[in-house]
């Protein structure tokens, strides 16, 4: 099949492809290499940025690195024996993705700069109608969305915040021009990005106050240098990285008893853990207190630097937990009438992550959206497909995120589970694949009895859930998810041959 030019679509016609991919981060580019492997070269990944590497391209804050070891985060097809650190950094990642794009001919079907709008499935012809915001427009039989979880950056509403009179950004997306030494800088949240950028930049500010509203749990992180004799070894004996990678990916999948029950023996465990490297690192009792959580470890993501406690134990350095009032342009007040004067306010605040797949507009059969059906809560069966929207498949959608181990194992399982079902579309021209509201009712109240038991449902505030719905988190281990993952089951899809459609008609 030919490949097919990303960059058309302006025309008044639309293009026609087999498939339109959303997203060129992790999920887009893999889902594209496994296409190619299929044979299928006839698709476009839409991308709205200039680059490809998704969260790995938006999150260039300094410090900003994965907090899975790179010889696991990686893709188990295409190992690079040749990382720098345990736990790479954000450019490293981002070359690697880069590379992969490269590697595997993807570029040629990237439209960068192409931010999706809106995509309509079309029930009499089977194909899903995409349209980009600047109007091109693409028909495919299959949609493959990689939009991710983590891409809309969240502030909250907190009053006289566009009357500041100095400089701020949110940390996924960092001002580079911005010279921060010097500066009075303030951190709103100290969560997962915020503790990998403040040990960069307390060393530069005069003074830097973090607003922490909760406290979360650290443990320690084994980064270290991998040197060019390694890397060597590496090359000669990929034995060795494998071993590494397998070692890596059981030390973490050890951790899931740890989620499954809060309270259990392996949460102890943890909870030990996280708590002897706090007194390890921090010797004032108060701030001790201060950094120590309220909440069952784990249910809110754990975190993993060496590097935090250490940079809050600076004398430039203070935390401050009284609630933020205002913002006013010199700085902030907190509720007490403290007022802070600053330069600069970073937001470390987090993400939109409620609104799965937002903004694009999705319609499924019989016209309806996928937001009003996903607007208490997002849910899909096997986090892949969702019941009313054929021949559609999500990319790390609703309940595939994790606490415990690398997501790009979970998006190489979707994978190859949504492979055999694109096969199975295209080899008996259906014109759609759609599973059975009953079978994705029944997945999810399974999946919800069981997250009931999880650490997730005790009593914290996390991204992790929507409106108490926990949306975002696989309920097992992730050798629970691949057992569930590789056995394809046609019977649970409503399957419509083009001719059957014809003669409905
Ligand atoms: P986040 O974990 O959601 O943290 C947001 C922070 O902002 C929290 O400290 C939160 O406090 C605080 N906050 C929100 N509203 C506030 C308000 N009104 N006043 C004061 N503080 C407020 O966001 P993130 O740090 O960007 O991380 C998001 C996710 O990205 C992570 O959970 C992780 O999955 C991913 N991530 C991964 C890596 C990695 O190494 N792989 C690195 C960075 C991020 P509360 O805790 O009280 O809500």
Same mark, same amino acid.
């Given at each position: 099949?030919?490949?097919?030019?990303?960059?058309?679509?302006?025309?008044?016609?639309?293009?026609?492809?087999?498939?339109?991919?959303?997203?060129?981060?992790?999920?887009?580019?893999?889902?594209?290499?496994?296409?190619?492997?299929?044979?299928?070269?006839?698709?476009?990944?839409?991308?709205?940025?200039?680059?490809?590497?998704?969260?790995?391209?938006?999150?260039?804050?300094?410090?900003?690195?994965?907090?899975?070891?790179?010889?696991?985060?990686?893709?188990?097809?295409?190992?690079?024996?040749?990382?720098?650190?345990?736990?790479?950094? &954000?450019?490293?990642?981002?070359?690697?993705? *880069? =590379? %992969?794009?490269?590697?595997?001919?993807?570029? +040629?079907? #990237? $439209?960068? !700069?192409?931010?999706?709008?809106?995509?309509?499935?079309?029930?009499?012809?089977?194909?899903?109608?995409?349209?980009?915001?600047?109007?091109?427009?693409?028909?495919?039989?299959?949609?493959?969305?990689?939009?991710?979880?983590?891409?809309?950056?969240?502030?909250?509403?907190?009053?006289?915040?566009?009357?500041?009179?100095?400089? &701020?950004?949110?940390?996924?997306?960092?001002? *580079? =021009? %911005?010279?921060?030494?010097?500066?009075?800088? +303030?951190? #709103? $949240?100290? !969560?997962?990005?915020?503790?990998?950028?403040?040990?960069?930049?307390?060393?530069?500010?005069?003074?830097?106050?973090?607003?922490?509203?909760?406290?979360?749990?650290?443990?320690?992180?084994?980064?270290?240098?991998?040197?060019?004799?390694?890397?060597?070894?590496?090359?000669?004996?990929?034995?060795?990285?494998?071993?590494?990678?397998?070692?890596?990916?059981?030390?973490?999948?050890?951790?899931?008893?740890?989620?499954?029950?809060?309270?259990?023996?392996?949460?102890?465990?943890?909870?030990?853990?996280?708590?002897?490297?706090?007194?390890?690192?921090?010797?004032?009792?108060?701030?001790?207190?201060?950094?120590?959580?309220?909440y069952p470890i784990g249910c809110k993501r754990i975190l993993i630097t060496d590097d935090y406690y250490p940079a809050v134990c600076r004398p430039n350095v203070e935390i401050v937990t009284e609630p933020i009032a205002r913002i006013v342009p010199e700085g902030i007040e907190t509720a007490s009438g403290r007022r802070i004067p600053l330069d600069v306010i970073v937001w470390g605040t987090g993400f939109e992550t409620a609104g799965f797949l937002m903004p694009i507009d999705i319609t499924g059969r019989a016209g309806q959206r996928l937001h009003d059906v996903w607007a208490k809560g997002a849910e899909a069966y096997r986090g892949v497909t969702v019941t009313g929207?054929?021949?559609?498949?999500?990319?790390?959608?609703?309940?595939?995120?994790?606490?415990?181990?690398?997501?790009?194992?979970?998006?190489?399982?979707?994978?190859?589970?949504?492979?055999?079902?694109?096969?199975?579309?295209?080899?008996?021209?259906?014109?759609?694949?759609?599973?059975?509201?009953?079978?994705?009712?029944?997945?999810?109240?399974?999946?919800?009895?069981?997250?009931?038991?999880?650490?997730?449902?005790?009593?914290?505030?996390?991204?992790?859930?929507?409106?108490?719905?926990?949306?975002?988190?696989?309920?097992?281990?992730?050798?629970?998810?691949?057992?569930?993952?590789?056995?394809?089951?046609?019977?649970?899809?409503?399957?419509?041959?083009?001719?059957?459609?014809?003669?409905?008609?």
């Open positions: 099949m030919a490949e097919a030019d990303p960059r058309a679509g302006a025309a008044a016609e639309a293009t026609r492809v087999t498939a339109v991919i959303v997203g060129a981060g992790m999920s887009g580019l893999l889902a594209g290499i496994k296409l190619k492997e299929r044979g299928i070269d006839d698709f476009v990944i839409l991308e709205r940025s200039d680059s490809v590497g998704g969260t790995w391209y938006d999150n260039c804050y300094p410090g900003a690195s994965c907090d899975v070891p790179s010889h696991l985060y990686s893709y188990s097809f295409a190992p690079n024996p040749n990382w720098t650190r345990a736990f790479a950094r &954000q450019p490293e990642i981002l070359a690697y993705f *880069r =590379d %992969i794009a490269d590697r595997y001919g993807l570029n +040629a079907h #990237i $439209g960068f !700069g192409t931010e999706v709008a809106g995509a309509a499935f079309d029930e009499t012809a089977g194909t899903w109608r995409v349209a980009a915001a600047d109007g091109r427009r693409w028909t495919a039989r299959i949609l493959i969305v990689g939009a991710g979880q983590l891409n809309r950056p969240w502030t909250p509403d907190i009053p006289g915040k566009d009357g500041f009179a100095g400089v &701020q950004f949110h940390s996924a997306r960092w001002n *580079r =021009d %911005i010279d921060l030494t010097g500066q009075r800088v +303030a951190s #709103i $949240g100290n !969560g997962a990005s915020a503790v990998q950028y403040i040990p960069e930049i307390a060393p530069l500010a005069e003074k830097l106050t973090i607003f922490q509203r909760s406290s979360n749990w650290i443990i320690p992180r084994p980064d270290e240098e991998i040197t060019p004799a390694q890397h060597a070894r590496f090359r000669r004996f990929p034995i060795l990285r494998k071993a590494l990678r397998l070692l890596i990916y059981s030390i973490n999948e050890s951790r899931w008893g740890a989620f499954a029950r809060a309270g259990s023996w392996a949460s102890k465990r943890l909870e030990k853990m996280a708590r002897d490297h706090l007194a390890a690192q921090v010797h004032d009792p108060k701030l001790r207190e201060t950094l120590t959580p309220d929207f054929p021949n559609m498949f999500v990319m790390y959608g609703p309940n595939t995120n994790l606490g415990h181990n690398s997501i790009i194992f979970m998006s190489e399982r979707q994978m190859d589970y949504i492979l055999p079902l694109i096969d199975t579309i295209l080899a008996r021209d259906l014109v759609l694949l759609d599973v059975k509201p009953e079978v994705q009712a029944a997945y999810n109240r399974r999946l919800q009895d069981r997250l009931a038991s999880t650490v997730w449902a005790a009593d914290c505030g996390s991204w992790y859930k929507h409106d108490g719905k926990i949306t975002n988190n696989w309920s097992g281990s992730t050798i629970e998810f691949w057992r569930q993952m590789r056995r394809v089951d046609l019977d649970s899809y409503e399957l419509v041959p083009r001719e059957r459609s014809k003669a409905a008609a």
